[in-house]
Nanobody, 118 residues
Framework: QVHLVESGGGLVQAGGSLRLSCAAS????????MGWFRQAPGKEREFVAG??????DYADSVKGRFTISRDDAKSTVTLQMDSLKPEDTAVYYC?????????????WGQGTQVTVSS
């Protein structure tokens, strides 16, 4: 089991920045792959950022604005969000999957609301 707790959401004006954090526990952090997803009202949950294969990948809509990073010593993953747009408004979820071939994101945090005003 992997337990995930997000923090850092809130209300920000367009063009502003927010930093989301996710603390993981329950398994050796180096044995899990972390990612961020989001779900806007009336839309399906979508991938935002995370490792795919041997590289870090981002949704096209956030490339150049969002940065994912992890601190293995603290068992945390962060999502730095800059130049925020109203369309970035969503509930953001931290997710984890085991670092084995074929695994899927199966552990989820409770979500944190990000609202970007125009």
């Amino acid at each position: 089991q992997v337990h995930l707790v997000e923090s850092g959401g809130g209300l920000v004006q367009a063009g502003g920045s927010l930093r989301l954090s996710c603390a993981a526990s329950g398994r050796t952090f180096s044995s899990v792959i972390m990612g961020w997803f989001r779900q806007a009202p009336g839309k399906e949950r979508e991938f935002v950022a995370g490792r795919r294969g041997f590289s870090i990948d981002y949704a096209d809509s956030v490339k150049g604005r969002f940065t994912i990073s992890r601190d293995d010593a603290k068992s945390t993953v962060t999502l730095q969000m800059d130049s925020l747009k109203p369309e970035d408004t969503a509930v953001y979820y931290c997710a984890a999957k085991l670092a084995v071939l074929g695994s899927r994101y199966s552990y989820w945090g409770q979500g944190t609301q990000v609202t970007v005003s125009s």
